[in-house]
């Protein structure tokens, strides 16, 4: 990122009263302002024009069950929110993950964002994809766990795929994978992805609020994972 470009976006977070931006790049900033850098790595597919479904197994797979699926895959609507909010809590449970979004976030994005596979009239699974200029990235994705038979992950990744390379996208950004979810890193090359460097910088506006809210989310993210660690949580 350009000096310019860094300090519009400290211009624009100042203006919000924000207290810590965190930048995503190839590489680290060396802004003196930065006090933690986080080396998470991503996977990409560098040019999505070229992304031929017929390349890669997995999406060979979706492409043939397609025809004869009974999942109904679909664009987002208004009053979705809640079905995707209670997917998420739910992929988190199995994950001990920590909720970051809330169902009025779902129910803004989904509109605009989502794509859902319907079976049997019940939302059994959602990705969502955000664009910015021409980069695609995938946000958010579940499914539920008894319809895996249908292979609702498959389906919306594939048409997910088709959409943004449809709509004049160069390139699709998986994002990184959380910790500990290898197979999702492994699931995400299956489609064509490849390793791409991605560092997060924290760069503190307010460096004594910011590093507080960093300790205080750090915290609380553990707590989370222990309480849904703990039976019956």
């Given at each position: 990122m350009?000096e310019?470009a860094l300090?519009a976006?400290?211009d624009a ?9 965190r930048i995503q ?9 930065i006090f933690?850098r ?6 990409l ?5 070229e992304?031929n479904?017929?390349?890669?197994e ?7 069950r397609?025809a ?12 979705d929110g809640i079905?995707?909010?209670?997917l ?8 001990s ?13 989904a509109?605009?964002?989502?794509l859902?596979?319907?079976?049997d009239g ?19 994705g579940?499914h539920l ?7 609702p992950?498959?389906?919306l990744?594939l048409?997910?795929l ?6 004049g ?5 998986f ?9 999702l890193?492994?699931?995400k090359?299956a489609?064509?992805?490849?390793d ?10 307010n460096?004594l609020?910011?590093?507080?809210f ?9 707590l ?7 039976p019956?949580?």
């Amino acid at each position: 990122m350009s000096e310019a470009a860094l300090a519009a976006r400290v211009d624009a977070a100042r203006g919000l009263r924000a207290d810590l931006m965190r930048i995503q790049s190839e590489r680290a900033s060396e802004d003196a302002r930065i006090f933690a850098r986080h080396e998470l790595g991503s996977i990409l597919i560098p040019v999505l024009g070229e992304w031929n479904e017929r390349s890669w197994e997995k999406a060979r797979r979706a492409v043939n069950r397609l025809a004869r699926s009974e999942l109904e895959i679909r664009a987002g609507r208004p009053g979705d929110g809640i079905h995707l909010h209670r997917l998420y809590l739910s992929t988190l449970h199995r994950h001990s993950g920590a909720s970051r979004y809330t169902e009025t976030y779902f129910e803004s994005i989904a509109p605009h964002a989502a794509l859902v596979a319907v079976l049997d009239g019940t939302i059994s699974g959602f990705v969502c994809t955000g664009f910015r200029g021409k980069r695609a990235c995938y946000m958010h994705g579940a499914h539920l766990p008894e319809a895996r038979g249908h292979y609702p992950s498959d389906q919306l990744f594939l048409t997910m795929l088709r959409c943004a390379r449809d709509a004049g996208m160069s390139s699709f950004d998986f994002l990184p994978s959380p910790a500990g979810q290898g197979s999702l890193s492994a699931y995400k090359r299956a489609w064509g992805g490849s390793d791409s460097p991605l560092v997060v910088s924290d760069l503190a506006l307010n460096p004594l609020r910011a590093r507080a809210f960093t300790a205080a989310l750090r915290l609380s993210n553990k707590l989370s994972s222990i309480r849904r660690g703990l039976p019956g949580g």
